[in-house]
């Protein structure tokens, strides 16, 4: 995931082997196949066989089979038939724009978004148009919707919710699981009810300072009823998602300690006014729903940091590119990733791991930095023995991928990581892998690709280094996914790649899920 996208051609054809190197018995058993793919799709088949043979010259085969991983391919056969492949799937123009609205415009996560956003919306409308409501009923129908907001990102909610799903029998008919599998858009709900907060918030910072009354108690009240709204804007305003991408430390930092302010700002506010309360304090408390939300709400955000530690390391250089980190403080199960941070009230960063009983035993699992950005890179210049983590492993995208029978595994670069967590699981479906990456023996070492052939013994691999550049994977993967007769493909790359693979399938009716910027 740390290569730079480069913008691919119009067509990277799969080549079907006629020929392979030889290599010792060990290594032809333990070989995966190199895929080799021309950027031209007007060329003929012999001018497409001298562009292969010249991409392929002797010192790339040369260093490619001083790997000893590759069954190296250096024909090129069946040109047409691959290129034909991908007719099946061709796209009108009326599915081009009827897609883009379905699966762009209005994708699950917009839709989760608007239908939390817009019901509070119309409620909040209502409500203020009969004139008759209270600043407390607006102060409660804001905390209720922090609530939801902050229990989809509480780890024990997240975890139950991907099992609950990710339990659903395979027998389950394939529209309710395609469906189930979209659980990870959760954040929709988390992002539609933070909105909708801000707006009751905003009725209520309204009505009070409307019926305010100037004395020493509810000016102080006044002022930390627009100290939250101050601090509810920032969290919303930091979280669209270009800032959020772009500026990402500035994002996490402002979201959680904005957040721990506005929950002890709330307390205060609370106390303050039960205190002039008539009916007196105990009995308001009691009888106010925001009292008991804000009880939920601390305990949920105290319990991750309760479970803070600093645990040992042991890194290991896969390359200049990459460090794989074994851990032994806990188990890890299939899908579940974890947290990580060099420093606790810094920027925290989180990984999916698998399980290491495969190939490092004295270990419990790992997980797989390559260098993407300031943390990764400095974690692989220098090779940390502590990190601390935070929380519980948490289950992710891959976890719901368990209620399909077959399914392709779609990867570019560091990508490899999270979808080695397949070979945790016992019960997992059966897949093939699909890895574009740069020099993947030189780059992860033996025992990565050792492992990626447990998910798939004859994994497809398109090397960037030898190719040149990297190809359109899409005739490749419309390829596997017919003869393999999948329910679903699996996609995990960098957001710009995975958001553009995944739609080139759903446009053409084929079920497709990855990981999206908030999931």
């Known amino acids: 995931m740390e290569d730079r996208i480069q913008e691919p051609p119009k067509a990277g054809l799969p080549i079907t082997p006629d020929q392979t190197a030889t290599h010792s018995p060990e290594n032809t058993r333990q070989s995966v196949q190199l895929i080799m793919a021309n950027s031209s799709k007007t060329h003929t088949s012999k001018e497409l066989r001298q562009s292969v043979q010249s991409t392929m010259s002797d010192s790339t085969i040369s260093s490619i089979d001083k790997e000893k991983r590759f069954t190296v391919i250096s024909t090129v056969s069946d040109i047409e038939a691959q290129d034909n492949n991908d007719s099946e799937f061709n796209l009108s123009q009326t599915r081009k724009h009827l897609g883009f609205v379905r699966y762009t415009a209005l994708n699950v996560y917009r839709r989760l978004f608007t239908l939390a956003f817009i019901g509070n919306a119309i409620a909040f409308i ?30 024990l909610v997240v975890n139950a919710l991907f099992i609950t799903f990710g339990s659903i029998p395979r027998s389950t008919p394939m529209r309710l699981r395609r469906l189930a599998c979209k659980i990870f858009h959760l954040g929709g709900v ?19 300072t409307y019926y305010y009354r100037p004395s020493p108690k509810s000016t102080a009240v006044l002022v930390l009823v627009w100290l939250v709204l101050a601090l509810l804007l920032a969290i919303i305003a930091v ?3 270009k800032f959020r991408s772009q500026k990402h430390d500035y994002f996490e930092l402002t979201h959680r300690f904005s957040n721990w302010i506005i929950l002890l700002v709330f307390w205060a506010l609370v106390l303050m006014l039960a205190s002039d309360s008539s009916v007196g304090m105990s009995s308001f408390l009691v009888n106010l729903p925001a009292f008991w939300i804000i009880i939920i709400l601390t305990l949920a955000t105290i319990h991750p940091w309760l479970l803070l530690r600093r645990v040992p390391v042991k890194a290991e250089a896969l390359s200049a590119h990459a460090v794989r980190l074994h851990f032994s403080h806990t188990s890890v199960v299939f899908g579940q990733g974890i947290s990580l941070a060099r420093h606790p009230l810094a920027d925290w960063h989180s990984f999916a791991s698998f399980v290491d009983r495969y190939d490092t035993p004295d270990t419990k699992f790992s997980c797989l930095v390559s260098k993407a950005g300031d943390w990764t890179r400095a974690t692989i210049a220098a090779q940390p023995t502590h990190l601390w983590k935070r929380g519980i492993p ?13 399914i392709i595994v779609v990867t570019t670069g560091s990508g490899i990581g999270p979808c080695l967590s397949f070979i945790g699981d016992e019960n997992r479906p059966k897949m093939r892998v699909v890895w ?16 990626v052939r447990r998910m798939d013994p004859d994994p497809v691999i398109l090397d960037t280094s030898a190719l040149g550049g990297r190809r359109d994977m899409m005739p490749v993967i419309l390829r596997l996914f017919k003869e393999f007769e999948a329910e679903a493909v699996c996609v995990i790359s960098n957001p710009v790649m995975t958001k553009r693979i995944v739609y080139g399938l759903e446009l053409r009716g084929v079920p497709a899920y990855g990981p999206i910027f908030d999931s």
């Not at 009969?130 to 209720?144: C, E, K, Q």
């Not at 948490?394 to 077959?406: L, N, S």
């Not at 990456?437 to 492992?451: C, E, F, I, V, W």
């Open 126 to 155: 209502v409500i203020m148009a009969r004139g008759n409501a209270t600043p407390l009923d607006l102060v409660n129908a804001s905390a209720i919707n922090i609530l939801v907001c902050g229990l989809c990102r509480q780890p």
């Open 436 to 451: 574009q990456t740069r020099s993947p023996g030189q780059t992860y070492g033996a025992r990565t690709m050792d492992l």
């Open 190 to 208: 988390h992002s539609g009810t933070g909105v909708a907060a801000c707006v009751w918030y905003i009725g209520f910072a309204a009505l009070y």
């Open 394 to 406: 948490t289950y992710g995208f891959g976890y719901v991928m368990r209620m399909f029978h077959r």
């Open 239 to 241: 979280a669209h998602p």
